[in-house]
Each structure stands twice: as C-alpha cells, then as structure tokens.
C-alpha cells in the first residue's frame, strides 16, 4: 500500500507523540529512583550521626535490602554508600539541590561526584548533561578532555553585545580551546584542509562545539551588493534559536578577523535571520591567539563574537590557571545561568 503524503505525516506525528511520551515517563521513573536513592543516604547519615554508628550499618543494611528485594539493583553496600556520599557532598550547596541532581539519572550523578571535586565544576556538568541529554560516555568524554576548564577561560564580547539570560548561556556554548583530535589531521594542513576533515567527521565536530549546535552548510554564500562571500561553517543553536558562523583560520589570530566576523553577522541578521530567531553569533577558530590581542579586537565590535583556537591533540595546556576569572567572577556566572534555567523551567 503506497501512503500518501498525508499518511505519512500523520504518522510520524503519532510516532513522535510516543517517543515524546516514553522519555518524560522515563524522566518520571528517575526522579523518583534519584529522589528514593538522596532519602536513603540522608538517613543513613542522619542516623550514623545521631546513634554514632560505624561502617557496619551500611553493610548490614545492604544485606537485609537484597534479601527483601530480591532481583532490584541498586542496594548494593557500594551503592549505598554513594547515596550517603551525595548527601554528604551536597546538603550545604547553594548550588545543586535535590531537585537538580534528579534531573539526571544516578549513573551520570555517580560519574561527577566521583570525577569532579569542585562544585561549581559539578553544577556545570549536571546541567550540560540535561540539557544535552549526554549518555554515559559522552560525560565521561567530556570531563576527561576538561570542557569545563575550557569553557571558563573563553574569550568573547557575548556580555556586551547579547541580552543578559542569552550571554549567559552563549558564554557556555564557547570553549576557550576545542580539541580536534579526531580530524587526523597532520601538520601543516590548509583551511581548505582542515575544512574537508570537519566536514568528513560532522558528528564527532558538532559533539565537541557542544551537542545542541546543527550543521547547516559549508561555504555559505551571503549576496552584498552584487558580490558573494562565503561563511566557511554555518551552524544553528537549537536551545539559544540563532545562526552561528564559524571562520576557519590556521594561523595566529588577527584583529582584522573580528571584523571580517562582525561583517559576516550584519549580512546574516539582515538578509538570513528568521524573524523569530535571536541575534546572529560568530565563532573565530584559530591555531593560536594572543589573549591581549583578542581582548583588544572584540572591545568596540558590536556583534557578539568569540574567539578560540583549536588542538590536534585532545590535551588541554596545564599553564592555564593564570587565564582562570576569579572565583567570585565565575559564580556571577553560574547564578547568572542558574536564574536563566530557572526561568525557562517556570515557563513550561
């Protein structure tokens, strides 16, 4: 039986329904196994704190728990443990709450407290792993090749050229350095080069820009004045709604490179820009930069731009920590971001 056009779109909207349906179930199901595994480790250290009871409280009550639930997961001595360590780690936090950490499933919850000791390192974890719906090893991939040290020390003018709850999240989405290991690329290459090897592995590159980045062309050509000039990267951010260009250069940063950028963002919003959609975003990737020369470029552009280079090996410099903003600069951060998501969750 061959469908017809309205058939099959019909379909597809059935389809989509329950797949919609099947994941906030889901969701449902771990929050409440999120929520029952916090209740069991506050009270098993509200308990050894009150009666002073040892180590051997945790293994006993493991052993009654597989007994009585027979064929469950989860009761492990370990894992209770871990429910007692969660607890422990983050009663006082005034960043991540109960409700937060049911946001995720446990698994994910057990891989940041075990891999990450700072909390504002956790809360950025946590909330990258809900919004981009980040499997297991996904998270494991991205704490090892440090995105959140990468994305701290980024270089754009998003504060002073976006809305603040939009700056907030687009300072997220720009790591200060992005690892391209997975290009195979060997030096030297040419842009046309390195080009052809993002676009050869798309899925791998979309992941490491940061998950809810789509690819919508190569070499996009923008018409000023009867002569075209071609975007080398066009992206679309689904959660921030806007274009984002991305200029390819193998060489150390140039200041003349902002402009080129914030010529890129005028033709964009003015001649490709959907009227719903937010203020067009410009990414610069480089093989290096000077900071100071980048901090000069971006000072009088008025089109959000950033600025980062890029490795062909997946290590991060450890001579860093001297680009890292202050502590209290980078909770301005995570409240800033903690009050957009906040917003966006009273809206649904």
């Known amino acids: 039986m061959q469908l017809e056009k309205s058939h099959i779109e019909f379909i597809a909207d059935i389809k989509s329904q329950i797949k919609a349906a099947q994941y906030r179930a889901l969701q449902k199901v771990n929050a409440e196994q999120v929520n029952l595994y916090w209740n069991i480790g506050k009270t098993i250290l509200e308990r050894q704190q009150q009666f002073g009871w040892g180590k051997s409280i945790v293994e006993l009550l493991a052993a009654e728990l597989q007994a009585e639930f027979i064929g469950i997961d989860g009761f492990s001595a370990r894992n209770l443990w871990r429910m007692r360590t969660l607890v422990e780690q983050y ?14 499933p446990w ?4 891989i940041i407290i075990e891999k990450c000791k700072d ?22 991939n991205a704490i090892a090749a440090q995105t959140y040290q990468r994305t701290l020390i980024n270089q754009n003018n998003f504060a002073d050229t976006l809305p603040t709850a939009i700056a907030s999240e687009a300072d ?13 690329l ?18 791998n590159f979309l992941i490491e820009m ?3 980045f789509t690819f919508v062309a190569n070499q996009y050509p923008v018409r000023v004045d009867d002569k075209t000039f071609e975007i ?13 260009a991305i200029e390819l250069k193998t060489d150390e940063f140039q200041p003349d490179y902002a402009g ?47 600025v980062a280079t890029y490795n062909l090996v997946d290590k991060l410099p450890t001579n860093i920590q001297q680009f890292f903003p202050s502590k209290s600069e980078f909770i301005s951060r995570v409240e800033a971001v903690t009050d957009y998501i906040s917003k966006k969750e009273k809206q649904k």
């Open 91 to 104: 009663q006082d936090s005034k960043l991540i709450l109960p409700p937060l950490v049911a946001e995720i």
């Open 107 to 110: 698994t994910h919850n057990i």
């Open 119 to 140: 909390e504002h390192e956790r809360f950025y974890y946590i909330n990258l792993t809900k919004q981009q719906r980040w499997s297991k090893t996904m998270l494991t």
């Open 172 to 184: 997220l989405m720009i790591k200060d350095e992005f690892m391209f290991g997975f290009l195979n």
């Open 186 to 203: 060997t030096e030297p290459h040419t842009e046309a080069q390195l080009e052809q090897a993002i676009l050869s592995n798309i899925r």
């Open 210 to 212: 940061g998950g809810d």
């Open 232 to 244: 080398d990267l066009l992206l679309y951010h689904r959660q921030l709604q806007c274009l984002v």
């Open 260 to 306: 080129k950028m914030n010529f890129y963002l005028t033709a964009l919003n003015r001649l490709v820009k959907k009227q719903h959609e937010n203020a067009s975003i410009g990414i610069v990737i480089c093989k290096s930069k000077s900071r100071t020369v980048v901090e000069f470029a971006l000072e009088d552009i008025n089109k959000p731009i950033g």
